[in-house]
């Protein structure tokens, strides 16, 4: 089962430099649903110009608002903040065997040379309204699997 984290607010204290403690406060629209990496859900996106162009990615998590994958580093493909990608189907996790066809602008690469995989953070451009429901009914399940089981 999917791990989730509820995030609509967090707040991050970092330290700069000169050790002065700084404050960030990061928003989230919409919860998001972690997947642990022994689930092995993976996604195939492609480029929305070229549809045999594809690769697969490691789902990390989804929310209703995108998602985050990485990619083994030699597989990387050079793809830059707001490139558009198709999620074309998940693997993995017959919930969202309908999350088919999905544009994708990504919004952030996470490029570090001494990691084996690349990370990226995306976001869904549309979705239509089956898959916006099959989404949000999975999102919502573990939501409140989760709670049960935590007894909140």
């Not at 403690?21 to 480029?47: C, D, L, Q, V, W």
């Not at 990485?70 to 830059?80: C, D, L, T, V």
Request: aromatic share 12%.
């Amino acid at each position: 089962m999917a791990t989730f984290i509820n995030v609509y607010e967090r707040q991050y204290y970092l330290t700069n430099l000169n050790n002065n403690a700084k404050h960030m406060i990061e928003k989230r629209r919409f919860p998001r649903i972690f997947f642990e990496p022994n689930e092995r859900i993976n996604g195939i996106f492609s480029t929305d110009t070229l549809d045999d162009i594809s690769f697969t990615a490691s789902i990390l998590n989804i929310s209703l608002g995108g998602i985050q994958f990485n990619q083994k580093r030699q597989e990387y493909r050079g793809q830059q903040p707001e490139d558009t990608l198709v999620l074309r189907r998940v693997i993995g996790m017959s919930d969202l065997v309908t999350l088919t066809d999905i544009p994708l602008q990504i919004k952030w690469i996470m490029d570090n040379n001494y990691l084996d995989h690349v990370v990226m953070g995306a976001a869904f451009l549309s979705l239509h309204d089956p898959q916006y429901r099959v989404l949000k009914s999975y999102i919502d399940t573990c939501l409140a699997l989760h709670k049960y089981d935590s007894g909140q």
